[in-house]
């Protein structure tokens, strides 16, 4: 199962970098991690543009990057090989929620649950986007390895050659790493700490009553949270410094183009703003978007009336299935495997925090197929254990037939190696086009443009790292300066203030953010006139006489 899962993401890793690009498996935001670490493999530091230090990305990804650059690759090769680095990541996790599942309930559990992971096709998009997304989701896999692991040694950190105070030096610093690969980490690594304080005994010998427990409990706490902070404060430390915030500054600008995009500036964080927010959320997480795919694809295939008609008797179908399930004493197997999952409570916290935070306050619901892909490793492990329950329930009721419960599984297998194909099918046409025109702006930069040229992007993540120009970003997620001044109402200025003569990117995000966000005063003194006509345009900034 791992080999075939790594064989599918080594050949999408190795497609042309072109195609990469233009069909955003290597997206617009994956190119700026990628221009930060080609600039701070050149000693320029943390920056998109050579001039605008930013803490706006998640440092652990951005970091393991580094290398590739610093040993000299093309930029063009260093996307295939973060891609092979994301595809190795992406197995591995395969085998951590193998090792995790077979830790909470059984080896047939974490064999299903690693079958499911390599075959999903949300996986295989997530988990291989050019970001952290992937890293992210196998540092907080590991993470829960260890906890669930220190549960099952009699309530301490595995024991080891390293001793406990070693194991507990690893857990923190795992969890300080968690938090390096996604700020978004910070309520699991607390639940994390509660759940180990919770059930640990201490380092040190015997205790002998409950306040003596109580005690060793609470300093086998604090010291790994003493350790995680250790591992976070050089880029803590780095954040204050260059940009004076701890948390990163893009998440700030997500907000405010959150707001301006549904034309809410003005109106601040309404009803409006957070129901809409809601439906989004809830709409990702109940996959609304490819159910609506499938219905449509019937409709087109035998036309509305038998495909409604099929779906009514999909949905009949499956009522009698669990009713029938019930009869055969299904949930009694069921629940047993269900009540298993407190030892996850952690990060079914982190999850419900994940929905509030994002669906009532910071909102980019563009990205919540993103932002929520720690539910899918819950999700595979909760559907392993209902298909080894299920295979337990049938082996009991038909013990004079196996092959009964061994068909069940492979009608499951089968089913899920069908959910890849229309899957992958879906994906492929609800994937962005403007992708491409991301690539052909950069490229016409570098051919049309001077060499000392610097040009204003709100989406400049592929221009900054492939057309060989300064490319300063406008829309403030890697440039708190852009953000300030569209805050202000003064990006005219700001753009002039910075040396900008050509201003790029699809027409309605300048009118939006750059127009309606600039004085009328800037706007007299100045008239863009364009120069390349696209999907996405390029102007000249020129005075007024």
């Given at each position: 199962m791992l080999i075939f899962g790594l064989s599918i993401r080594l050949a999408i890793a190795w497609q042309p970098w072109?195609?990469?690009?233009?069909?955003?498996?290597f997206g617009d935001?994956?190119?700026?991690?990628?221009?930060?670490?080609?600039?701070?493999?050149?000693?320029?530091?943390?920056?998109?543009?050579?001039?605008?230090?930013?803490?706006?990305?998640q440092p652990l990804w951005a970091f393991i990057l580094v290398p590739i650059y610093a040993l000299g690759a093309p930029?063009?090769?260093?996307?295939?090989?973060?891609?092979?680095?994301?595809?190795?990541?992406s197995t591995l996790n395969g085998l951590l929620l193998f090792l995790l599942a077979r830790k909470v309930w059984s080896e047939r559990v974490g064999l299903l649950a690693t079958f499911f992971w390599m075959t999903s096709p949300t996986v295989l998009k997530q988990s291989m986007n050019g970001m952290e997304t992937g890293l992210y989701v196998f540092m907080l896999t590991?993470?829960?390895?260890?906890?669930?692991?220190?549960?099952?040694?009699?309530?301490?950190?595995?024991?080891?050659?390293?001793?406990?105070?070693?194991?507990?030096?690893l857990f923190g610093f795992v969890l300080g790493l968690t938090i390096l690969s996604r700020v978004d980490g910070l309520p699991f690594v607390l639940a994390a700490i509660v759940a180990h304080t919770l059930s640990s005994n201490g380092t040190g010998a015997r205790v002998r009553n409950a306040?003596?427990?109580?005690?060793?409990r609470i300093v086998s706490g604090v010291f790994i949270s003493a350790i995680v902070v250790l591992t976070l404060l050089p880029w803590l430390i780095y954040g204050i410094a260059t940009t004076g915030k701890v948390i990163p500054e893009s998440g700030m600008a997500i907000r405010f183009l959150s707001m301006a995009y549904i034309g809410a500036l003005d109106e601040g964080i309404s009803w409006r703003?957070?129901?809409?927010?809601?439906?989004?959320?809830?709409?990702?997480?109940?996959?609304?978007?490819?159910?609506?795919?499938?219905s449509s694809k019937l409709v087109e295939l035998v036309g509305a009336v038998s495909a409604h008609g099929f779906l009514a008797s999909l949905l009949v179908m499956?009522?009698?299935?669990?009713?029938?399930?019930?009869?055969?004493?299904?949930?009694?197997?069921?629940?047993?495997?269900?009540?298993?999952?407190?030892?996850?409570?952690?990060?079914?916290?982190?999850?419900?925090?994940?929905?509030?935070?994002?669906?009532?306050?910071?909102?980019?619901?563009?990205?919540f197929p993103r932002y929520f892909f720690p539910v899918i490793p819950v999700g595979v492990l909760v559907g392993a254990f209902c298909a080894e329950a299920l295979y337990r329930c049938l082996l009991e009721r038909f013990k004079q037939c196996r092959c009964v419960a061994q068909t069940a599984i492979g009608i499951i297998v089968v089913s899920q190696l069908m959910q890849l194909c229309i899957g992958c099918a879906y994906l492929r046409s609800e994937s962005f086009c403007g992708f491409e025109e991301y690539l052909n702006v950069a490229l016409w930069l570098k051919k049309h443009t001077p060499k000392d040229a610097r040009i204003g992007m709100f989406q400049s993540g592929t221009s900054s790292y492939l057309s060989e120009r300064t490319v300063i970003n406008l829309d403030g997620v890697?440039?708190?300066?852009?953000?300030?001044?569209?805050?202000?109402?003064?990006?005219?200025?700001?753009?002039?203030?910075?040396?900008?003569?050509?201003?790029?990117?699809?027409?309605?995000?300048?009118?939006?953010?750059?127009?309606?966000?600039?004085?009328?005063?800037?706007?007299?003194?100045?008239?863009?006139?364009?120069?390349?006509?696209?999907?996405?345009?390029?102007?000249?900034l020129v005075k007024v006489k």
């Open positions: 072109e195609r990469l690009i233009s069909t955003g498996a935001d994956a190119c700026y991690y990628a221009s930060i670490s080609y600039n701070i493999a050149t000693g320029k530091g943390p920056t998109t543009d050579g001039i605008h230090m930013t803490n706006g990305f930029k063009e090769t260093a996307i295939n090989i973060a891609m092979t680095l994301l595809a190795l990541i590991l993470a829960a390895l260890l906890l669930v692991s220190s549960t099952q040694n009699h309530g301490t950190l595995c024991e080891s050659k390293f001793g406990k105070i070693g194991m507990q030096i306040s003596q427990k109580l005690v060793s703003v957070i129901s809409y927010s809601f439906s989004q959320a809830l709409s990702t997480l109940l996959r609304v978007k490819q159910w609506r795919y499938l499956s009522i009698l299935l669990i009713v029938l399930l019930y009869r055969f004493g299904y949930f009694e197997h069921l629940m047993p495997m269900l009540k298993e999952m407190r030892k996850l409570w952690f990060w079914l916290f982190h999850i419900v925090s994940l929905f509030l935070a994002y669906s009532l306050y910071q909102f980019g619901w563009w990205f890697v440039n708190g300066k852009a953000l300030s001044a569209m805050l202000e109402k003064r990006m005219l200025n700001y753009i002039v203030s910075e040396g900008i003569s050509y201003i790029a990117d699809w027409d309605e995000l300048i009118e939006l953010l750059l127009l309606k966000r600039s004085g009328k005063e800037e706007l007299s003194k100045w008239m863009l006139i364009k120069v390349r006509k696209g999907e996405m345009s390029v102007y000249k």
